[in-house]
């Protein structure tokens, strides 16, 4: 089912730079990508602290207690079920159930440093 509501810009990458299509154009992205780029991208700036620190029980709870405000925020989100955090050697990986126009949808992105 499109999410047209859900927005729509420009493509990133991991590195938050912009995709290019084949045509040589800004690649777009809209719907749950587009949803999933931009909780990406306020992850990143909200966990900054948290990358490369070792994620003990009390540094789970915080990451996770600032993922939380992160998704709170988000309008187009209706609820979160659940979110879980894997710690990568850039950072960490997100997964979150999430309500969203009334649909249970799985959200998986990376927040780190991708060099």
């Known amino acids: 089912m499109p999410h047209e509501e859900l927005g729509s810009g ?18 777009d992205s809209d719907g749950l990508n587009e949803l999933e780029k931009d909780l990406s991208f306020a992850s990143a700036f909200r ?3 948290f990358i490369g620190q070792p994620l003990t029980p009390t540094t789970r709870q915080k ?7 992160v998704f709170d925020r988000e309008s187009r989100i209706d609820s979160v079920q659940s979110i879980e955090v894997e710690q990568v050697d850039y ?5 979150a159930v999430v ?3 009334s649909e249970q ?9 991708h060099r």
């Open 47 to 49: 966990l900054e602290d």
């Open 63 to 69: 990451v996770e207690n600032a993922l939380g405000e």
């Open 10 to 27: 420009p493509a990133l990458d991991k590195n938050f730079d912009f995709i290019i299509d084949s045509s040589g154009d800004i690649e």
């Open 91 to 95: 950072g960490f990986d997100v997964q």
């Open 105 to 113: 949808q799985t959200l998986i992105f990376p927040v780190g440093e």
């Open 99 to 101: 309500i969203v126009n």
